[in-house]
């Protein structure tokens, strides 16, 4: 429980108060000390959460934010109009809150107030740029970067500071949501299945087990040389599964749906190698459905790419692109967000205005 005190400095009215004025001017006279504390707060509250979050329907699902404060401040408004813990719906948000956008520190702060306020209610899930090797680029993102605003704003040293208090949250935020035990989560995409370790002795495939269980590590960067060491110079014992487990964190993080699937090439899985480079995957619709049919899910709903409207489906239907940030790096897109009902009913949502 939050204390009292704490409490306070994540008051409703304040809060709330931000989403009516839909700016985030106010947010800045949240002194260095208690934005350190929503930081810390929250990572206390993502350290009890599991890899895999299960999720009870109503949810909104939100997709990129990338710091654009407008527009995650009109989706708040619009989705939860009173207190957010009686609030009758879950907020599943599917990452990258930073970076880009000119107020990455606004929208994360406040994300994971909310989140301190109503762990149930609001559920966070980690995006690519939730990890400090790209946040903290600021060769590549400039006054964008994650790292560049928390010195902007609060200074270099406390900038610093709390640049270092997030990232250490940042690695306990879970990567899937499953909602209803219908719909798959995640902000990039379905892990691909490993041909030496995917299956076990029964023939039966293990990439969800594998996620499930409450040994998968909490990578601090997916980049990082202790990463690299403990996936790479592991006992031959476990190589096996560290790899594994890296492969997935990885491929939940920045996997893309293929998007000429009668020009490229896929594997006898269904994926290929990714646009984005380096090690990075597609998915074709016959590595979705394979995925999907095997875990009983109907669908499912990622984010991580910009689309025209928001919105996207693709791969035979079965998967739903959303994107919350509107007028990205000035493309003039739309923003959207995703209803799913009890019903099993989906609904997808654009801003109108």
């Known amino acids: 429980q939050v204390s009292s005190c704490n409490r306070g400095n994540f008051s409703f009215f304040f ?32 350290t009890k959460e599991p890899t895999v979050k299960h999720i009870e329907s109503d949810a909104w699902v939100i997709g990129d934010i990338h710091g654009n404060f ?23 948000c599917l990452g990258d809150y930073i970076d880009r956008g000119p107020h990455g520190v606004e929208c994360c702060l406040l994300l994971f107030a909310l989140k301190i306020l109503s762990p149930q209610n609001v ?43 997030a990232c250490s949250s940042f690695k306990y935020l879970p990567l899937v949501g499953i909602i ?11 892990p691909r299945p490993d041909n030496k370790t995917e299956r076990g002795l029964s023939g039966q495939e293990t990439r969800m087990s594998i ?13 990082s040389q202790e990463t690299s060491i403990d996936v790479n110079k592991a006992d031959p014992c476990v ?6 487990q890296f492969i997935q964190a990885f491929d939940l993080l920045w996997s893309d749906p293929i998007r000429d699937p009668q020009n490229t090439q896929i594997d006898t899985n269904g994926f290929s190698h990714g646009e984005r480079g380096g090690q990075t995957v597609a998915f074709s619709s016959l590595a979705v459905e394979n995925f999907l049919n095997r875990y009983g899910f109907d669908l499912m709903i990622r984010a991580h790419q910009e689309k025209r409207s928001g919105l996207r489906v693709s791969q035979s239907s079965k998967v739903i692109t959303v994107f919350s940030s509107s007028n990205y790096q000035n493309h003039g897109n739309g923003a959207g967000v995703v209803l799913v009902r009890k019903s099993g009913q989906v609904d997808l949502v654009m801003k109108t205005s």
Do not use: W
């Not at 190589?239 to 594994?244: A, E, N, V």
């Open 70 to 92: 407008g527009d995650l401040a009109y989706f708040i408004k619009q989705l939860v109009p009173f207190d957010i813990s009686q609030n009758p719906y879950r907020i599943v």
């Open 211 to 223: 996620l499930e269980s409450p040994d998968f590590p909490r990578y601090g960067s997916l980049f």
């Open 15 to 46: 809060l709330f108060f931000l989403c009516y004025s839909e700016t985030p001017l106010l947010l800045l006279l949240y002194s260095f000390e208690t934005a350190k504390l929503i930081f810390s707060e929250a990572e206390r509250v993502f």
């Open 180 to 190: 209803d035990n219908k719909v798959f989560c995640a902000h990039g995409g379905i």
């Open 239 to 244: 190589k096996g599964l560290k790899q594994q």
């Open 123 to 165: 559920i966070l899930l980690r995006g690519n740029h939730e990890d400090p090797a790209v946040c903290g680029d600021e060769n590549t993102y400039g006054t964008g970067s994650f790292r560049t605003q928390c010195k902007m704003i609060y200074g270099v040293a406390d900038g610093e500071t709390l640049f270092t208090t």
